[in-house]
């Protein structure tokens, strides 16, 4: 019984953990890119505030380098 108890604890433990890790998630920006792609790194989005639009907390977007020319305002907030 007390086995059975800990193996339940583990496998709670596990998937909050993944649901957790698998929230966050990486955007790519690239002048290459198109704002119609989905934003991953082999295909990415061109505006910078296409990536502060989309991402949520937790996400990390990942500027590559280039020129840049459009505006950003960040608007959002959050942990």
């Known amino acids: 019984m007390k086995k ?3 193996n339940a604890i583990a496998f ?3 998937i909050v953990l993944g649901l957790t890790t698998s929230m966050a998630a990486s ?3 690239s ?3 198109s704002d119609s792609n989905p934003g991953t ?3 990415p989005w061109q505006t910078i505030s296409l990536a502060g639009l989309a991402a949520v ?3 990390t977007v ?3 380098g280039g020129t840049y020319n459009d505006r950003l305002v960040v608007k959002k907030f959050g942990d």
Do not use: F, M
């Open 27 to 29: 955007k790519h920006v």
């Open 62 to 64: 990942y500027i590559h």
């Open 31 to 33: 002048p290459k890119g």
């Open 4 to 6: 059975l108890s800990l």
């Open 57 to 59: 907390a937790g996400d």
């Open 41 to 43: 790194l082999a295909e």
């Open 12 to 14: 709670v433990v596990s």
